[in-house]
């Protein structure tokens, strides 16, 4: 079984500060980690990914996320965020074999002026 | 040039009535889901379908029927709507192949609102 427990359900922070999401999984055979983020009233779009090689993880619009074997996790950065970064981002996990994604509850990520 | 298209994006109903909503792929993928994102954000999975055959049924009431008539169209069907079944339904598919794990794309999404 795969779980994932995003442990901030909001995150406020303000314009230019580094901001960090914190993404915890349990799963019983080898994972794949995937950093999702959801704009108002729009789908889902992918941020990053962990599939192998690598810990640390380049994506998009300036999110960066390490993955940890042994902390079992898989936390997202941003040096300086932006009015724009304000989102709900989930974090997935996926395991060999299982191909449907379980996500996290999500974190909203709200950035003030 | 949409990637995931979902028709359509609102839905509005009553309770009792049936439904379906669309979905298309144009990335050649072979795996397709449904995915449901309650009122509090939270995303399941309900369905998968891998080149036309059910491989994930998730514990979803049977009033919750998906078709696909080929790989790049997965509908789903709902009978009989309650004021539960609220929600915004998401598509996805990958290219899901041997042992490998590759990213799923997301359509849209379909607000669906039972009164």
């Known amino acids: 079984a795969q779980s994932v427990t995003q442990l901030d359900s909001q995150v406020p922070v303000f314009e230019e500060a580094p901001v960090e999401l914190r993404c915890n999984y349990s799963s019983s055979v080898s994972v794949y980690l995937f950093w999702y983020v959801q704009y108002p009233n729009q789908g889902l779009q992918l941020l990053l990914k962990?599939?192998?090689?690598?810990?640390l993880v380049k994506g998009i619009n300036g999110f960066e996320a390490e993955f940890n074997k042994s902390q079992t996790s898989f936390h997202l950065r941003k040096p300086s965020v932006h009015i724009s970064d304000t989102a709900e981002y989930f974090c997935a996990v996926g395991g060999q074999g299982r191909r449907a994604l379980t996500f996290g509850s999500g974190t909203r990520l709200q950035v003030q002026p | 040039d949409t990637a995931v298209s979902q028709t359509p994006k609102y839905l509005v109903t009553q309770m009792g009535n049936d439904k379906s909503i669309k979905c298309e792929q144009n990335l050649g993928h072979d795996t397709m889901y449904w995915y449901k994102q309650d009122s509090k954000k939270f995303l399941k999975i309900m369905f998968s379908?891998?080149?036309?055959?059910?491989?994930i049924n998730e514990t979803v009431p049977n009033r919750f029927s998906p078709k696909s008539p080929d790989k790049a169209h997965l509908n789903l069907h709902i009978n009989s709507l309650e004021l539960g079944d609220s929600a915004v339904y998401f598509c996805?598919?990958?290219?899901?192949?041997?042992?490998?794990?590759?990213?799923?794309?997301f359509g849209p999404g379909t607000r669906l609102t039972v009164l």
């Open positions: 379908y891998n080149n036309k055959e059910l491989i």
């Open positions: 996805a598919s990958s290219q899901g192949a041997g042992s490998t794990y590759n990213e799923q794309f």
């Open positions: 962990y599939l192998s090689g690598s810990t």
